[in-house]
């Protein structure tokens, strides 16, 4: 493993690097601790904030992925990639509150950076699972008004994650596995709204890939 020394002399790589030697040997806490301290020296790397948060998901330490990623983004407002990250974190809480300031927080990387494939992904994907959970309560629902309004709901989440997704696939162009869950995604999405010529469109594009 390397030591601290040269990680010094070698950047941001090499504590990456060290933080891999230690997730190697099944030390995620010593992982976290040597990528915390390549953030104190390359606060803007986005790497290296990228891997905090995630391990921090890895530990199940939200609450301190949480503050962490606030700390970041107060430090330094105008990554975008840092408001992924904080949403990331978020969603994993698993509550409602949650997930709507994940949203929030995607929004906000999309402003900083409308290149970012995966925001929108993310993005997208939350309204898709949003309403898909809206119409599985819909079938089971057995009051007519209510029914009516969870399907209301479903096909509104639906009809705003189609252009969120449709811009993922378009911007995306390295990723091939995610291309294919976008284009999964919205051939669901276009059968259950009877978008048929969209469905067929995507349904070609999947397949081509």
Do not use: C
């Amino acid at each position: 493993m390397p030591s601290k020394s040269a990680a010094d002399f070698g950047g941001p790589n090499t504590y990456l690097q060290m933080k891999m030697d230690y997730m190697h040997i099944g030390d995620t806490l010593g992982a976290l601790e040597i990528l915390k301290e390549a953030y104190i020296k390359y606060p803007d790397t986005v790497d290296i904030i990228a891997n905090v948060a995630n391990t921090y998901i890895e530990l199940k330490q939200l609450d301190e992925g949480l503050a962490f990623m606030e700390s970041v983004i107060e430090n330094n407002p105008n990554i975008a990639e840092s408001y992924y990250w904080k949403g990331r974190v978020l969603i994993n809480k698993e509550t409602v509150e949650g997930v709507d300031a994940a949203i929030e927080s995607y929004k906000k990387a999309g402003e900083l950076d409308p290149s970012i494939y995966y925001v929108w992904y993310d993005l997208g994907y939350i309204y898709y699972l949003q309403g898909a959970d809206f119409f599985d309560r819909s079938n089971e629902e057995t009051d007519e008004d209510m029914r009516a309004r969870l399907i209301e709901a479903a096909n509104e989440k639906y009809q705003a994650s189609i252009p969120i997704l449709e811009k993922a696939y378009e911007l995306n162009e390295d990723n091939r596995e995610v291309k294919y869950e976008t284009l999964d995604l919205l051939q669901r999405i276009y059968y259950k709204q009877e978008m048929n010529d969209q469905y067929e469109r995507v349904k070609e594009l999947k397949n081509n890939i």
